[in-house]
Structures are given as structure tokens and as C-alpha cells.
């Protein structure tokens, strides 16, 4: 079965600075990856997702994801962080069944 | 919008009463999911179902039942309620492997 791991749990860093959380999966097979944001209070909402084609893929409020398939990572970038994307990100991963596997999450806390 | 909706966003109970949490969404989605959300541990899936009246177990079931009667609601039933299921619970659905799923805000979860 799937597996996900975070490899930081918090990650603090200066508003304007480059920010990167990290994610690496386990999987025996093909698999889609997924990246949440979940602000304070709120329920978990989609910023991106790998199914197939391009490594690269861009989602919503200026982040970006690469998979790597050999490192079986999927780390998710932002070149310029702002306060308000003070908020807990999940990397998921599903293995084209029905059920999403969730990492531990990152909470990344952007300071002034 | 797209919307998923709990019935309840704190609850209250105390141990050994039977408790229903409710999920509704009005997207026409196949599956939905129940997780509960601890910190430092993500996300765990606790029941999905795939269809009316289908259900299967998640990652930690013990304690829990589910009940999908009709396509947009899924129940998530604590039999006999202990301080161990103090928790965030969150619902979710998609239309199916490779989909997102769409998350409510969540039921914070309370066993004295």
C-alpha cells in the first residue's frame, strides 16, 4: 500500500525568502500525487495535482511541484512566500484506487 | 460551488454515549471518505465507501461504523464513545481514483 512522509514537520521562514516542503512517497506502482493547504480552522483545500505528463506542475497561489520519479519525491516550491500563506500542507498520494494516503503534514509559518 | 457540509463543527459527548457525525455534498460524487485529523499525524482514513450502501475500512476502523443510505450522506457512527476518539474529524468525496476530494470543514470532537 502507499505510503507518504514529510520530511519536516515545521518550517519557519521570513516573508519574500524561497520556501520548499518536502515529500517523498513509497509505492509499488503508478501513482497521483497531491498537494493540501489547510488554513486555521478550515477544512483541506487543493493547491496541486501530478496524474501524468509534465513533472512540473503549477497550482494555485503561485506554488509549484515537481515529481521525480527515481527519488519517488514530490516537493512542493514557492519562489516568494507571503504572510497569508501561513498554513498546514499535506502531500497525498493514491494509487489509482479509491483511497488517498496523507503525509503528517508541514506547518510553515511565514514571519514578517 | 462545489460543497461539502458537516453537521456539526464542535460536539461535545461523554464516554460511552453513541455518536453521529454527518456529511452531506451536493456534487453527485461516488465516494466519499471519513479521516480524523491528529497532530503530528495527518490525516488517517478511517471508512471510505465507493457507492450506496459500500463501504470499506480505512486505516483505524476500530471503534467506528459507517452508513452511506443514500448517495450524497455518509454517517460516521462512534458505537461507545472513549477519550481516545477526541479528535478532528473530516469528511470528504470525489468522483473516483485520479479525482480530488473535496473536504467539509470538519467536526472537532470532544469525549469527557
Known amino acids: 500500500a502507499q505510503s507518504v512522509t514529510q520530511l519536516d514537520s515545521q518550517v519557519p521562514v521570513f516573508e519574500e525568502a524561497p520556501v520548499e516542503l518536502r515529500c517523498n512517497y513509497s509505492s509499488s506502482v503508478s501513482v497521483y500525487l497531491f498537494w493540501y493547504v489547510q488554513y486555521p480552522n478550515q477544512g483541506l483545500q487543493l493547491l496541486l495535482k501530478y496524474l501524468s505528463g509534465s513533472t512540473l506542475v503549477k497550482g494555485i497561489n503561485g506554488f509549484e511541484a515537481e515529481f521525480n520519479k527515481s527519488q519517488t519525491s514530490f516537493h512542493l516550491r514557492k519562489p516568494s512566500v507571503h504572510i497569508s500563506d501561513t498554513a498546514e500542507y499535506f502531500c497525498?498520494?493514491?494509487?489509482?484506487?479509491?483511497?488517498?494516503?496523507f503525509g503528517a503534514g508541514t506547518r510553515l509559518t511565514v514571519k514578517p | 460551488d462545489v460543497k461539502v457540509t458537516q453537521s456539526s463543527r464542535y460536539l461535545v459527548k461523554r464516554t460511552g454515549e453513541k455518536v453521529f457525525l454527518e456529511c452531506v455534498q451536493d456534487m453527485d460524487h461516488e465516494n466519499m471518505f471519513w479521516y480524523r485529523q491528529d497532530p503530528g499525524l495527518g490525516l488517517r482514513l478511517i471508512y471510505f465507501s465507493y457507492d450506496v450502501k459500500m463501504k470499506e475500512k480505512g486505516d483505524i476502523p476500530e471503534g467506528y461504523s459507517v452508513s452511506r443510505e443514500k448517495k450524497e450522506r455518509f454517517s460516521l457512527i462512534l458505537e461507545s464513545a472513549s477519550t481516545n476518539q477526541t479528535s478532528m474529524y473530516l469528511c470528504a468525496s470525489n468522483y473516483g481514483p485520479g479525482f480530488e476530494q473535496f473536504f467539509g470543514p470538519g467536526t472537532r470532537l470532544t469525549v469527557l
Open positions: 497525498a498520494v493514491s494509487e489509482n484506487n479509491n483511497d488517498m494516503r
